[in-house]
Every structure is written in C-alpha cells, then in structure tokens.
C-alpha cells in the first residue's frame, strides 16, 4: 500500500488562499501520476486536480480551473495544491493520491489508501 500525509489546510476567508502539501513515503513518487480529491460529508471523493508523472500534462475540474494550480517535487516526494480565490464551495476535506496514469486517478482507480486528509473551511 502507498501512503501520503496531506498539510496546510486552515480555515481562510473566501478570496484567500492556501498552499496543501502532502509528503508520500515509502514508494518513488515520480513512478506515478498524483492529485488531489477532495470529499464533504455524505459525499464520494471529487477529483480536484492531478499532475502526471512527466509534469507535462495536468487537468483541473471545471470548478476550480484558473484558481488552483497542482505541482510536484519528486526530489521532496511532495504534491503540492496552491489554491488562490478561495470559495466557500471549496470548503471540504483534501486527499492526495497517486494513479498509474492521470485517466485512471481522475476515474477513481487509486494505488494509495486514503490518508487522514487536511480540512480546508472557507468562510466569512
């Protein structure tokens, strides 16, 4: 099994932003496609965003296209999301996870378990 510890959520004002980070152990992190999902209670996992193992294609879902921008550093074994213009619909548990390839992390097909993820609230 591959794991990710997932940071940097906090409670922000809508407009504000923040930098998630998770640290993956135990595995080479440039072998994978990485992302980020996200999921509120009652709710399946949303596929935020992923970065594939090349770094020459991402994909972003439509709700966050122009605010969030994923990135990696294989060196640190760290997935990184800069989430800009925060809304309160943003407002939810962040995932990392990791894929074979980008088609199959955004379809669901994970290679990880779920770590404890980081709560993001937005809020006035």
């Known amino acids: 099994q591959l794991q990710f510890v997932e940071s940097g959520g906090g409670l922000v004002q809508p407009g504000g932003s923040l930098r998630l980070s998770c640290v993956a152990s135990g595995f080479t992190l440039d072998d994978y496609a990485v992302g980020w999902f996200r999921q509120v209670p009652g709710k399946e996992h949303e596929g935020v965003a992923y970065i594939g193992s090349r770094e020459d294609i991402t994909h972003y879902v439509d709700s966050v296209k122009g605010r969030f921008s994923i990135a990696r550093d294989n060196a640190k074994s760290t997935v990184y999301l800069q989430m800009n213009s925060l809304k309160p619909e943003d407002t939810a548990v962040y995932y990392c996870?990791?894929?074979?390839?980008?088609?199959?992390?955004?379809?669901?097909?994970?290679?990880?378990?779920w770590g404890q993820g980081t709560q993001v609230t937005v809020s006035a």
């Open positions: 996870a990791a894929g074979n390839n980008g088609e199959e992390l955004i379809s669901g097909i994970l290679l990880n378990q």
